[in-house]
């Protein structure tokens, strides 16, 4: 017999035909290993995180974005289910007259801050005896009333004219002088010798208002903020004209060590015995260490109410009294950027507070 001899060229070329026909399973193959990188990539980022997170491992961008997709639709989709669900379950209640189920405790960075250990209960005993004997308490005993000395940089433009005209117009107690190129440690010197409680020098660049540094007198505290978003009472839709009365205060989410000093400080701008016939408000609200403030009059309004469940016609109709809030303008926000010791010293100032860039170690840790 003779035996059939091997072809050694034929199964060269078969198996570089084999290699050049492409893969009917490389999209399942690819598809698979884009999976086994999301797992990988969820078990690095500690199983269950963010859809990016579970999605980060995938070093395929188009892959990556299609699980991306796919993630988020599912998401969504659960979300829809889960709200439709609470909401059947509520109008269920409704009719039978139950008490719904609790709504769901929405996370923000607000309620899921940092615990910060210089958080101060305004009641207790150690905070009261330390404001009885810091630099405001003779303001909030009523035995030194508030009088502002309102300055700026040098050479104002005509933007800031405006806004000192409406800042005025809000600190009933303030007082407005030119700067005339003095500096500012004689300027702080003018204003305690005349019994000025407090200094305001705003400042100005490029005819941005840009800044704000408010100096406690005679013997300080001084606080340098950053101002942003600046809006004039003229450029806000349906606003009002401020009148002469003095004005009430807010002041809302001051809590830590800090915030309560600086809350302190702000208020000792305004008078303590505010005018409700006026039924103006002047609103500090401290948000993620940044201040916005507002300026309103509220106003009430008697009002005409239906009740649709009542059958007859002639008692449907109520009377209710409503408030409304008529802004007067300015408003801005103010971004603490130093807190100073004594008043303003730029050279040998000793301060109490300075951001620093190893305290600020998460999103949600906050100062104020």
Known sequence: MVKAQKNPKRH???????????????????????????????KRSGGGGSIGQQTSGIRNKQKRSELYNKLKHQKEKTKTKERRKRQKETARAEELGLEPAPKPVQYTLENTREADDTMVDPTDEEVMADENDDEFAAHFANARPPKVLITTSYKPSKIMYTFLSEMLELLPCAEYYKRNGFPLKKIVKFAANRGYTDLMVFNEDRKQINGLLLVHLPDGPTAHFRLSNLKLGRDIKGHGRSTNHKPELILNHFDTRLGHRLGRMLASLFPQDPQFR?????????QRDFIFLRHHRYIFEEKETRDQAAKDPAKAKKKAVIARLQELGPRFTLKLLSLQKGTFDSRNGEFEWL????????RRRFFL
């Open 12 to 42: 060269k070329s078969e198996h570089s035909d084999d290699s050049r026909k492409p893969s009917t399973s490389g999209g399942e193959g690819d598809r698979g290993r884009g999976e086994n990188d999301a797992a990988a990539g969820g």
């Open 355 to 362: 951001p620093k860039k190893e305290n600020k170690t998460s």
């Open 278 to 286: 006026g039924r103006r408000v002047v609103t500090f609200h401290n």
